[in-house]
């Protein structure tokens, strides 16, 4: 229904045409106004391009200034960025930059360094956040070298990856880099993902600059051989001047006010598709026209017979690219999506330049007989091979078949490189960078993947530290993983005493100390033993003597008794003797002059004696009564010495009974407690540096200064959040990189499904990360180009031919000989030169090769539809002998000059020049000149299906055929 619906509205176009090519008195076509007119044409277009670069600024400075980020803002590396810098209070930029030093880093390089760092912490307009760990003597292990001859500082400067202000803050990092000068001996490079993309596009724009000239003088040195005559090579290089004069101003305007996203590639792919495509288009016109001159039709009528001709292919194919490139507005990496809109402008520039500036140069050139063709063989060489074609379909067919599958047979093994380092030349200062760190730091140092994992408690506890671990452990294993950071490992291993058998052998160590210090202490038990045992005897002893020394003072106190009675008898007695001399004593007295005196001084000395005998007996008799008070005393104390002394004996025989006791146990446990030691040690020194035996931080341990500063690297401010950096041993710009950054993802997920730290949110960002989402973008992308691109050049080219038949053969061709050119081009660069395809090359040689393969493909269909009215065979040759010279002229000079990219240093440069001139040179000998012909010879009058052809020749009927399209392009 959709075929014969298309066949009923082009067939009133068509005879519409063929009406209005019968009129010719009347044509007001657009070929008659621009021949009429070209030189006001000529002068509109140059006056466009003049006006526009004067009135706008020039591309190159509104991409400095507007080119946006190379990953759209949901990429998950892009979410992980920036969910880090919420978190942890830091940037959320996702262009991490490191500055390396190298060399001695003696007092210089410190002061360097330190000079360096303070004036980065100063431009906080570049410099977003900076993380300055050899300042510091406990992190300064992790920034140093082991050799002492590198160290580096991480920052994060303003601007995602690929846009116009992350270049900025690159480049001026290096200036002030340059500007502080390091001191001799010691170099300094920037360097990271965020140069390493800064150089690539830098590279990129100022190759193609180089590469774009040079092409434009292969070009013109190739059309000058083809043409032989300087005005015809300048024709369709002026046409394709113009176009760029006036695409980029536009193109320019739009992007400088936000309406279209530009980049570097924007300005490289403008110039490659408008030169390329500008060019063909050229060659397609001036061959008719040359054609219909050497058949002998004057100037004006081959120009227009010509222009009738090629113009619907050239709209058709115009109309098909630039809507295919439309549709890349859709796609979601930076490169491609700032490509699509740009280059669908300057093609649908390029169309109305070929449609009007390229006929009015021709008929200004023309009418000075300037552009005159010059004698040929070509179609006569041509029509011995459409002779060949006509006549064995199914041979060539299946030759030229065979020779697509050998070129595509090497798709099978496809490998899409993604590395943004390797196809860069050695010498950008980002590569020497990562040159000089992989010289003293081990692999992949300055490209970890930052995972962020958020819990919904503090992780700053040694519950929280062994869920970190149990992470950390995890992702230990998964292969190509080289070393995690992480706060539960901080120097990139597991610390010895971080593991409960490190901890355990310490144990054991000090027990061993601590038993071999109690040996001596345990000796003197027994000197204890035998002191007690010669204390007890002593005891015993002074307890005999207490028990005679009682007995002793109970016989001191009888005596006393006694003898204080007898002094009592002596005292009275005493007293009596002295009541007898008180007369004596009167005398003694009252006699003066006692002692001279014959009698007083004789009782005087009677009298003295006695007096004294009396207080001497009173002093007795006291001190006999005193005497007897202390016997009882006496005996009162040591009978209650005695019971004590009883008492300790029973003690100390309890105390030697105890250190028996005591001797016995130690006895038995002292040979248990060094099996214990042996144990503990013997642990600790068979699972030291194993990385085994459990992990365990003690809430002492967490207190430490060392530990509190690691914290507050890898541990957000509330610590619900941990960060953790995990080093490859290589590839993190490729596959292996993409991969290990999903089994990282996987691994985490594995890892807390159970334990102290569940049900996490896990964010990973860096290369690893950001190549996986690059390589799902690019497929996305791919399938979106590639869906769009064949859809549309169907519905193109079934509504022009009229024939869905004929429209899917045109399709099947372009995507066979993009295949074989990708199959070709990767066997070359992956077994000869040892590098993979890069990923943009499938993308930009598609555009490529699509726009050229419709172009060729689409003339040689129309050509032949216009001429099978003579039958399919004639038909055949004569489109050989017309189109044969003009497609190979097209296809050998863009694809030369496509090979021309294959010098450049920029790999991903040379790899799509190569790609796109491969696929060109198969699309020119292959495709157009074999398996196009042969599948219209074996398919017949089926080829134009549902419209079967009447071989009888009506008036117009070769124009109507064709003319479709173009009909439609006038109407519109």
């Not at 397609?284 to 039709?297: K, P, S, V």
């Not at 503090?458 to 706060?487: C, F, K, N, Y």
């Amino acid at each position: 229904m959709i075929v014969l619906s298309i066949e009923r509205w082009t067939a009133p176009l068509a005879a519409r045409w063929s009406r209005t090519i019968g009129r010719r008195p009347k044509d007001r076509s657009v070929v008659r106004f621009v021949e009429r007119f070209a030189i006001v044409v000529i002068g509109l277009w140059a006056l466009l391009a003049g006006a526009g670069n004067l009135a706008v600024p020039q591309l190159e400075q509104v991409i400095h200034e507007q080119s946006r980020a190379f990953f759209p803002p949901d990429a998950d590396a892009s979410v992980a960025a920036a969910r880090m810098g919420e978190v942890f209070g830091d940037s959320d930029s996702n262009n991490v930059t490191y500055v390396v030093l190298e060399g001695v880093l003696d007092g210089s390089a410190r002061a360097y360094y330190d000079a360096l760092v303070a004036a980065l912490r100063a431009d906080t307009t570049h410099v977003e956040s900076l993380m300055d760990l050899w300042s510091d003597p406990l992190t300064a292990p992790i920034a140093e070298s082991r050799d002492q001859r590198a160290t580096y500082v991480l920052l994060r400067l303003s601007g995602d990856l690929g846009s116009a202000e992350a270049a900025r803050s690159v480049q001026a990092v290096r200036d002030l880099v340059t500007a502080l000068s390091p001191p001799p001996g010691v170099a300094a490079y920037v360097t990271g993902p965020g140069a390493t993309i800064y150089d690539e596009f830098a590279s990129f724009d100022r190759q193609m600059l180089v590469i774009t000239a040079v092409t434009v003088v292969l070009i013109a040195a190739l059309l000058f051989i083809v043409y032989r005559s300087v005005v015809a090579a300048a024709i369709p290089l002026i046409t394709v001047g113009l176009s760029l004069g006036v695409a980029r101003p536009i193109v320019a305007a739009l992007g400088a006010h936000g309406v279209i996203e530009v980049s570097v590639f924007s300005t490289a792919l403008i110039s490659a598709m408008i030169l390329g495509a500008g060019t063909d288009y050229g060659i397609f016109l001036l061959g008719r026209y040359h054609e219909n001159r050497r058949a002998g039709i004057d100037h004006s009528d081959a120009l227009i017979g010509a222009y009738r001709s090629v113009a619907p292919v050239i709209a058709a194919s115009a109309t098909t690219i630039a809507a295919a490139l439309c549709c890349l507005s859709f796609a979601k990496v930076g490169m491609l999506r700032s490509a699509g809109i740009p280059c669908a402008i300057g093609i649908v520039v390029a169309m109305a330049a070929s449609l009007t500036l390229l006929p009015a140069l021709c008929a200004v050139a023309g009418r000075l007989r300037l552009i005159e063709p010059k004698p040929s063989r070509i179609a006569r060489r041509w029509r011995r091979v459409g002779i060949v074609v006509a006549r064995w379909p199914g041979p060539v067919l299946v030759t030229a078949g065979a020779l697509l599958a050998v070129c595509a047979v090497p798709l099978f093994w496809l490998s899409i490189g993604y590395s943004e380092v390797a196809v860069q030349p050695s010498s950008t200062e980002s590569n020497q960078g990562y040159q000089a760190a992989q010289r003293h730091f081990p692999a992949e140092r300055l490209l970890p993947e930052i995972v962020l994992v958020e819990a919904d408690h503090d992780l700053r506890t040694p519950q929280g530290l062994i869920g970190i671990e149990r992470i950390s452990r995890r992702i230990m294993e998964i292969p190509g993983v080289r070393a995690v950071q992480s706060a539960s490992r901080p120097a990139g291993g597991v610390q010895p005493e971080s593991t409960l058998t490190d901890q355990a052998g310490r144990i054991g160590s000090q027990l061993a100390s601590q038993t071999s210090t109690l040996e001596p202490q345990l000796d003197s038990i027994g000197t204890i033993r035998t002191t007690l045992v010669r204390l007890s005897g002593a005891v015993g002893q002074l307890q005999t003597g207490l028990s005679g020394g009682v007995h002793g003072l109970e016989q001191i106190s009888s005596g006393g008794a006694e003898l204080r009675a007898g002094v009592r008898a002596v005292r009275e007695n005493s007293e009596t003797l002295a009541g007898y001399l008180d007369p004596l004593r009167a005398f003694v007295a009252n006699t003066p002059d006692c002692p001279v005196h014959p009698i007083c001084g004789p009782v005087q000395r009677i009298v003295a004696p006695i007096d004294g005998m009396l207080s001497g007996t009173g002093q007795l008799s006291d001190a006999t009564g005193k005497f007897d008070a202390g016997a009882a005393d006496a005996g009162r104390s040591l009978a209650g010495a005695t019971d004590a002394v009883a008492t300790m004996r029973g003690a100390v025989a309890d105390l030697r009974e105890l250190v028996d006791t005591l001797t016995a146990t130690i006895d038995g446990l002292m040979p248990q407690l060094q099996q214990m030691t042996d144990y503990l040690t013997g642990l600790g020194g068979d699972f030291a540096g194993t990385a085994e035996g459990g992990f365990y931080l003690p809430g002492s341990a967490l207190k430490d200064p060392r530990f509190q500063r690691v914290l507050q690297l890898l541990c957000s401010p509330d610590g619900h959040a941990t960060r953790l950096l995990v080093y490859g041993d290589q590839g993190s710009w490729g596959r292996a990189g993409a991969t290990r950054a999903d089994q990282i993802r996987e691994a985490i997920h594995e890892a807390t499904k159970e334990g102290s730290v569940v049900d996490v949110d896990i964010h990973i960002s860096g290369v690893g990360s950001a190549t996986s989402d690059l390589h799902r973008y690019f497929e996305y992308d791919f399938r979106l180009l590639a869906v769009t691109s064949m859809l549309l050049i169907f519905v193109v080219i079934a509504l022009m031919l009229r024939s869905p038949v004929a429209a899917l053969v045109v399709l099947a061709t372009v995507v066979a000989s993009y295949a074989s050119a990708l199959g070709a081009s990767h066997a070359l660069w992956r077994y000869v030169f040892g590098h993979d395809l890069h990923w943009a090359v499938p993308s930009m040689s598609f555009i490529a090769l699509v726009a050229v393969g419709a172009d060729y493909n689409l003339l040689l269909a129309a050509r032949l539809r216009e001429e099978s009215v003579a039958g399919l065979h004639t038909g055949m040759i004569r489109t050989f002998a017309g189109t044969g010279g003009v497609v190979t002229t097209a296809g050998v000079v863009f694809g030369l000059t496509m090979f021309a990219m294959f010098s450049a240093d920029l790999i991903t440069i040379a790899q799509v020049g190569s790609t796109i001139g491969i696929g060109l040179l198969i699309d020119t000998f292959v495709v157009r000149a074999a398996i196009v012909p042969a599948i219209a010879a074996l398919l017949g009058r089926w080829f134009w299906w549902p419209h079967l052809w009447v071989a009888k020749r009506r008036e117009g009927a070769g124009f109507s055929s064709i003319s479709a399209g173009l009909v439609l392009f006038q109407t519109l």
